[in-house]
């Protein structure tokens, strides 16, 4: 029997492995991987008290076992756990026995014309190579999807035409407002320049790989880490740098691959072209393409847990309490398969993001070590405040608190501050008090801007001077 068995090598569930291994070396652990390759933080570099960003890491699986010693690491898939018998069946046979249990299976990308060969869902490295190995002999693709993922690769792909298919108003809308997205609008059309300083945030060993990677291609790997998207040479056969067309307030109605009217496009292409598959959109235009990439979000990975007494959300995550607990004795869960049940912080939300899939792991790693000692524990610092930095059309984007306003209703006040092409700040205020801020550039704002959401300062007597260029905040609230 081992003392915690994990299940998942993404971004929770190593992170979950590591801080159990570190907090008690002397106890055994099982990890449990679907794929060859695991996901490991580097790198990690505070930016503020709340705020961190870090590298993500693809390595063997074996590389957990070398510097955690005391951990087991299995490439198999879970077939079912047995609550009640404290054990996990997977796909090779095993009956693995626990006293303490973290489901960290991640998410599977919701993909629409399931099974379709020119429709791809990108979620994990080995789908990441797929897109970019079709990419090269493509003359158009149709992104279907308004998150963090399809907004990087609209930005990113070049010398392919792009039909941008959106079911909002304004892009990015899962993390920016309309106003932040006008502010991106120029660069849908912005000749892209390659930087001198390429990103280096997430590595990728796939060729070294191989071998173990395609013997599992069936599996689904974990998240992509930060900054996935700009190593990856996303270059189609069009000597074109940037051609984004952007379809607004739809959603795809059929995917064919017979003979199609398609849509007359402003393009580069011949008319007469022939397309292996269309995508017919909800406002009637038909558009011709040679790859469709479905990037419309995630959902919790849970298809092994339904024959358990699991308490399940509306999103289909595991409800978890303040201490990552299921429902269930002795099992608990991290990252995108759990949802948070507990009574959140106000400033606080949950997204399923790699950040945050990070600090669920190493908590729930505390609380199980917690329940083993019978020693008390507080819920971790980080669920007061939602904190998350990422890159969207080559600009440092950074999210605080409500940053859009989630939950306050119709009672709020936003502060503004635009400088075309440099940077975008956005403050929402309640009752004269900060409640969170989306900040894009280098406005170098974060600290300042964090402590005023936590601190709750009444910013009433300086709300109409705060964000004037002249003004140095971070020396007005020092």
């Known amino acids: 029997m081992a003392t915690y068995v994990v299940v998942g090598g993404g971004i929770a569930g190593v992170s979950c492995t590591e801080i159990l291994s570190l907090l008690c070396p002397e106890d055994s652990i099982i990890l449990i991987t679907a794929s060859a390759l695991v996901k490991a933080v580097t790198n990690v570099r505070k930016v503020t008290k709340m705020l961190e960003i870090f590298d993500v890491e693809e390595k063997p699986m074996i590389s957990v076992q070398s510097h955690c010693p005391n951990v087991n690491v299995i490439h198999a898939t879970v077939k079912s756990i047995d609550a009640t018998k404290h054990c996990v069946l997977t796909s090779d046979g095993q009956v693995l026995k626990f006293e303490k249990l973290c489901i960290c299976s991640g998410g599977k990308p919701k ?23 079709k990419l090269k002999a493509a003359r158009r693709v149709v992104v279907v999807g308004n998150g963090g993922i399809a907004t990087e690769l609209v930005y990113e792909i070049e010398g392919c035409e792009v039909v941008w298919a959106i079911k909002d108003k304004a892009i990015a809308s899962t993390f920016v407002d309309a106003g932040a997205a006008e502010f991106f609008m120029p660069q ?12 280096t945030r997430l590595k990728y060993t796939l060729e070294q790989n191989e071998a ?13 880490g930060p900054d996935w998207a700009c190593n990856l040479d996303m270059t189609g056969v069009l000597k074109v740098s940037h051609s984004v067309f952007l379809e607004c307030e739809v959603e795809v109605r059929s995917v064919y691959s017979a003979e199609g009217e398609e849509t007359v496009l402003s393009s580069t292409i011949n008319p007469n072209a022939a397309w292996p598959v269309f995508v017919e959109l909800t406002n009637g235009r038909v558009y011709g393409c040679d790859l469709i990439v479905s990037a419309t979000g995630v959902l919790p990975s849970t298809d092994f847990l339904q024959h358990n007494s699991f308490d399940f959300a509306e999103d289909g995550g595991v409800k978890v309490d303040d201490m990552m607990r299921t429902s269930v004795p002795d099992v608990y869960a991290a990252g995108d398969v759990c949802t948070a049940s507990w009574d959140i912080a106000p ?38 405040l939602f904190a998350h930095a990422t890159r969207f059309f080559d600009y440092k984007v950074i999210l605080l608190g409500r940053f859009n306003a989630q939950g306050l209703g119709e009672d709020y006040e936003l502060l503004l501050r635009v400088t075309k092409g440099e940077e975008y700040v956005k403050v929402v205020l309640k009752d004269g008090r900060m409640q969170g801020a989306v900040l894009i550039g280098e406005t170098d704002l974060e600290e300042t801007f964090e402590n005023l959401i936590l601190n709750q300062l009444d910013l009433t007597p300086f709300k109409d001077h705060m964000l004037e260029p002249g003004i140095d905040i971070e020396d007005y609230f020092d």
């Open 111 to 133: 993909v629409i014309a399931e099974g379709n060969p020119y429709v791809l869902g990108i979620r994990d490295t080995e789908s990441a190579k797929q897109f970019q190995k």
């Open 188 to 199: 849908l059309s912005k000749c892209k320049h390659k930087s001198d300083n390429p990103k």
């Open 212 to 224: 173990a990677t395609v013997a599992a291609a069936d599996v689904l790997g974990g998240a992509l």
């Open 347 to 384: 400033h606080w939300l949950q997204m399923r993001l790699w950040g945050q899939a990070r600090q669920m792991g190493g908590y729930a790693a505390k609380c199980m070590h917690a329940a083993i000692k019978q020693e008390p524990i507080s819920q971790d610092f980080c669920f007061e």
